[in-house]
């Protein structure tokens, strides 16, 4: 019943900008700690950003410092992740998920694929 749906991904050149969404399909996800994670092939799902749920908090990992934004509309039960001077090593499916301290999750979704290339 709940579900986590990822859009908003494509093919991108080195530099350039997209908006990953986040929606909730049966799950209010503004209880929740949000967290957008990646995983490119071969390689362990990290953690990129996380927001707390009233949006007052957000981290990142040091990979995204600077690049990335994550925000959140609760009305709309929506997570962003606004992905700016992207690199080819930024190339991965990207996820959303809780991301608070217990290391609770809801099911995964089927993520949104991020390539970067010229």
């Known amino acids: 019943q709940e579900q986590l749906v990822e859009s908003g991904g494509g093919l991108v050149q080195p530099g350039g900008s997209l908006r990953l969404s986040c929606a909730g399909s049966?799950?209010?996800?503004?209880?929740?700690?949000m967290g957008w994670y990646r995983q490119a092939p071969g390689k362990q799902r990290e953690l990129v950003a996380s927001i707390t749920s009233g949006g007052s908090t957000t981290n990142f990992a040091d990979s995204v410092k600077g690049r990335f934004t994550i925000s959140r509309d609760n009305a709309k039960n929506t997570v962003y992740l606004q992905m700016n001077s992207l690199r080819p090593d930024d190339t991965a499916a990207y996820f959303c998920?809780?991301?608070?301290?217990?290391?609770?999750?809801?099911?995964w979704g089927q993520g949104t694929q991020v390539t970067v290339s010229s």
């Open positions: 049966g799950a209010n996800l503004s209880y929740y700690t």
């Open positions: 998920n809780r991301a608070g301290r217990l290391g609770a999750t809801l099911s």
